[in-house]
């Protein structure tokens, strides 16, 4: 199903899914943030950075859609586990893939040498339609 927000508000928009999950706010409670998180940030922990913009049009016109293109990194203290950055990133696939068809794009592993987390990051593309 589509949804339509101003593309200004497409961040707001995307963190209100994520908010919203229930599941996902299990395990890292109401830290969920754009990126890069604050310094003194408590983990585990979601960061969510817009990549792109792109408004589908043709030569004429421009039709009203857009895709955004997001990164949505999975921070914990380990990768595997309950809370652990693979258990965070299921959850985030779940809130997103599908929603506003979202697909997943490309997925890698992370590490924060400060912090010594472990992070699995994620793109997505996501479409907003009027």
């Known amino acids: 199903m589509s949804r339509w927000w101003p593309v ?3 961040g707001e928009v995307v963190f209100k899914r994520l908010w919203g999950w229930i599941a996902l706010r299990a395990l890292v409670g109401k830290r969920i943030t754009p990126d890069p998180p604050d310094q003194d940030s408590d983990y585990p922990l ?3 950075q817009e990549v792109t913009m792109s408004p589908l049009h043709s030569h004429e016109t421009t039709f009203g859609t857009a895709s955004h293109r997001f990164r949505v990194t999975a921070w914990a203290d380990k990768l595997a586990g309950s809370k652990g950055a693979r258990a965070i990133t299921a959850q985030i696939d779940a809130a997103l893939v599908g929603w506003s068809q979202t697909e997943l ?4 592993p992370r590490w924060n040498e400060k912090h010594r987390k472990h992070g699995i990051q994620s793109e997505y ?3 907003n339609t009027n």
Not at 105 to 108: A, D, E, G, Q, V
């Open 46 to 48: 979601v960061t969510y």
């Open 125 to 127: 593309r996501v479409w």
């Open 105 to 108: 794009l490309t997925r890698r």
């Open 8 to 10: 200004a508000d497409a």
